[in-house]
């Protein structure tokens, strides 16, 4: 029996052929199957869609589902880790501390994340002022957590056990790290470190004694009058042995107007730039050079503006830390 429709249509433009014969029959009849089987087709086609509109609506509703639940603990881990900052900024120095201490001074501190590993430390003991700035591995939670540890250490090596001399404080940090931090792990081998510069500053003898591992300083009077000095090419942790490698310090006399600069890596590892490249230490330390004779509201501008602009669109990609200090002696 051939498809109503389909009848209809071929009486209509067939009108004057006969087409009752077998042969006509059978090609109808085959053409009408075939309808027959596109129209099903068809209805299964749009039954499918409408299983697809259906099953995608629920996947839309599970996914949305989904997101609501994730930008919930989103939320959450958000305010875990304001929370933790809260904490580790109670826990360091405050920038106010460097403020009454150095009449003229700038920080410019930008963690990658909410929390991050670059620190300073800073304490007033006898004649001395103590001042750091330090680097911990990684960055994130895990940097906090080396920055709270290294900043206690640091405070309890000179008020606790009255070391004064830099490379013996820094000797001091490095065997407290590695025995807390194997401790805690179980493992003799940990890939925890930082890298740190610790100066002492006598202002009444216009002495510095310096020492590093993996950090330099600058001194900087001008462009054409800059100082630089080189800590020991190893970290802090990752079992560093003091007694096989001593950490060493440098003592150097400063004048009045010179700037101490110390820093982390995270602003001269800052990709960006036309070339997507590295800001670098060169670079940074020609720009802290040139903008060693302004004010100190200035040069912290200049310095936040250059790494803002070389960084563009690009993510940071580690905590960035800047300290200038304007020295100054006292009779």
Not at 44 to 69: G, T, V
Not at 173 to 180: A, V, W
């Amino acid at each position: 029996m051939l498809n109503k429709l389909l009848e209809r249509q071929l009486r209509r433009y067939i009108k004057t052929v006969d087409v009752s014969g077998p042969e006509f029959q059978n090609l109808f009849t085959a053409i009408s199957q075939a309808y027959d089987h596109n129209e099903e087709d068809r209805q299964l086609i749009e039954r499918s869609l409408e299983l697809s509109s259906q099953e995608l609506s629920d996947s839309n509703r599970a996914l949305l589902d989904a997101s609501r639940i994730i930008e919930l603990k989103n939320k959450d881990m958000i305010s875990s880790l304001e929370y933790a900052r809260l904490v580790q900024n109670s826990l360091l120095a405050k920038e106010s501390t460097i403020f009454d201490i150095f009449n003229n001074a700038f920080i410019f501190n930008r963690p990658r994340d909410i929390v991050g590993g670059d620190f300073f430390w800073i304490r007033e003991e006898k004649e001395k002022i103590f001042l750091a700035t330090a680097d911990c591995t990684g960055h994130g939670v895990p940097g906090a957590f080396m920055s709270v540890i290294s900043f206690r250490l640091l405070n309890q090596a000179v008020r606790d056990y009255g070391i004064s001399g830099t490379a013996q404080i820094l000797s001091f940090l490095n065997e407290e790290i590695n025995s807390t931090l194997s401790s805690r792990s179980g493992e003799a081998d940990t890939k925890d470190a930082l890298d740190i510069s610790l100066v002492s500053i006598d202002r009444k003898k216009g002495i510095i004694e310096f020492s590093g591992v993996g950090h330099r300083i600058l001194v900087c009077n001008g462009k054409d009058n800059v100082r630089e000095f080189k800590g020991d090419r190893t970290h802090i942790g990752q079992n560093l042995s003091t007694t096989k490698n001593p950490i060493s310090s440098q003592e150097f006399n400063f004048s009045d107007g010179e700037v101490l600069y110390m820093y982390s890596d995270g602003y001269g590892d800052q990709f960006g730039g036309v070339e997507q490249k590295k800001f670098g230490a060169s670079r940074l330390k020609e720009l802290l050079c040139e903008i060693s004779g302004l004010d100190f509201v200035q040069q912290r501008t200049q310095i936040e503006s250059s790494f803002l602009e070389w960084k563009d669109s690009n993510m940071q990609i580690d905590d960035v830390l800047v300290l200038g200090i304007g020295l100054y002696t006292e009779n």
